[in-house]
């Protein structure tokens, strides 16, 4: 990314012949240095706009198939006529609010 050309920052004069001062320069030269920074930045905020939404979408995507979990799970508990025990198990899942999930599982005695 430190050799790619993002675009071109030009300064003439049209009147007449100009011998810029080396002040001048550096003053141009220190532009497209800051020009480059706030150009990579909004490209690596890009990058992470994507990543979260990508890392949302996934977090979606457990959150459902936990919940179906769950379901298939109750319906299994109430379906047995047998005694049920149930072990507690710390997902390391959390959704979007952080909040930790448990999931439950159960064993005929």
Request: proline share 2%.
């Amino acid at each position: 990314m430190a050799n790619q050309l993002w675009g071109l920052l030009v300064a003439h004069q049209c009147e007449f012949a100009r011998t810029w001062q080396d002040a001048e320069i550096k003053l141009l030269q220190q532009l497209a240095d800051q020009a480059a920074i706030a150009i990579q930045k909004a490209q690596l905020y890009e990058q992470s706009c994507l990543a979260e939404a990508t890392a949302t979408a996934k977090a979606g995507h457990l959150e459902h198939t936990l919940h179906q979990l769950q379901e298939t799970q109750a319906k299994l508990i109430n379906s047995s006529g047998k005694n049920v025990r149930f072990r507690t198990i710390s997902s390391r899942y959390s959704s979007r609010n952080k909040q930790p999930r448990q999931l439950y599982l159960w064993q005929p005695l």
